[in-house]
């Protein structure tokens, strides 16, 4: 039998617990859905696991993290949080295929003042639909509720992603010349970072 805890830390300092598990029990189908064979373990541990296929000779792991920095803050004020995880998960994948490094895996971390369960769980289903856009797993993530830390409803949003490149692979802008031919892309939109 669990007893019940009268004076619960957790609740005084401002920390919905029970909203915790809401939103987990409401992501776990989005953040299953990207998974593959490689991802070993479910949602809701401490850590996730991935197992490294056995077919690189020489495999280098490359590693970043980056966020959306103000984005945030435009996406909250026209509500349009839906697209904010495409955003951050194309922060980090664009660092690993400059690279030559296939996507493999990314973990987030999502922190507010009070946890909104509706709206983190669309911001992470677009999380889970970003990294299946990128072929890599979402593999685990960090949900913080630091009231206080954060005025009002504001949110921070952050990822971090894995790799893998075969060592001859890897692309180092070494080779880069006077005459290379250099491709823009028209914009969707207003992205993270410019």
Same mark, same amino acid.
């Given at each position: 039998?669990? /007893?019940?805890?009268? #004076?619960? @830390?957790?609740?005084? $300092?401002?920390? +919905?617990?029970?909203?915790?598990?809401?939103?987990?029990?409401? !992501?776990?189908?989005?953040?299953?859905?990207?998974?593959?064979?490689? *991802?070993?373990?479910? &949602?809701?541990?401490?850590?996730?696991?991935?197992?490294?296929?056995?077919?690189?000779?020489? @495999?280098?792991?490359?590693?970043?993290?980056?966020?959306?920095?103000?984005?945030?803050?435009? $996406?909250?004020?026209?509500?349009?949080?839906?697209? &904010?995880?495409?955003?951050?998960?194309?922060? %980090?994948?664009?660092?690993? &295929?400059?690279?030559?490094?296939?996507?493999?895996?990314?973990?987030?971390?999502?922190?507010?003042?009070?946890?909104?369960?509706?709206?983190?769980? /669309?911001? !992470?289903?677009?999380?889970?639909?970003? %990294?299946? #856009?990128?072929? %890599?797993?979402?593999?685990?993530?960090?949900?913080?509720?630091? @009231?206080?830390?954060? *005025?009002?409803?504001?949110? +921070?949003?952050?990822?971090?992603?894995?790799? %893998?490149?075969?060592?001859?692979?890897? &692309?180092?802008? +070494?080779? !880069?010349?006077?005459?290379? *031919?250099?491709?823009? !892309?028209?914009?969707?939109?207003?992205?993270? #970072?410019g």
């Amino acid at each position: 039998m669990i /007893r019940k805890v009268e #004076n619960d @830390p957790y609740k005084s $300092a401002g920390v +919905d617990i029970d909203a915790g598990n809401d939103l987990v029990e409401k !992501i776990k189908k989005d953040v299953a859905s990207s998974h593959n064979k490689s *991802v070993l373990g479910n &949602i809701g541990g401490f850590a996730g696991m991935y197992e490294l296929s056995k077919n690189y000779n020489e @495999p280098v792991l490359v590693a970043c993290t980056d966020g959306v920095g103000t984005k945030v803050a435009l $996406a909250q004020e026209f509500n349009q949080v839906d697209g &904010i995880g495409q955003d951050l998960v194309a922060m %980090c994948v664009n660092d690993l &295929i400059v690279c030559g490094a296939k996507p493999l895996f990314f973990l987030d971390y999502f922190a507010s003042s009070k946890l909104e369960v509706n709206e983190a769980s /669309r911001i !992470i289903k677009s999380i889970a639909d970003a %990294c299946k #856009n990128s072929d %890599c797993a979402l593999l685990g993530g960090e949900t913080a509720e630091m @009231p206080g830390h954060y *005025v009002g409803k504001n949110f +921070d949003l952050a990822g971090f992603s894995v790799g %893998c490149v075969e060592k001859a692979n890897i &692309i180092s802008g +070494d080779t !880069i010349e006077e005459g290379n *031919v250099l491709i823009g !892309i028209e914009s969707s939109g207003p992205h993270s #970072n410019g």
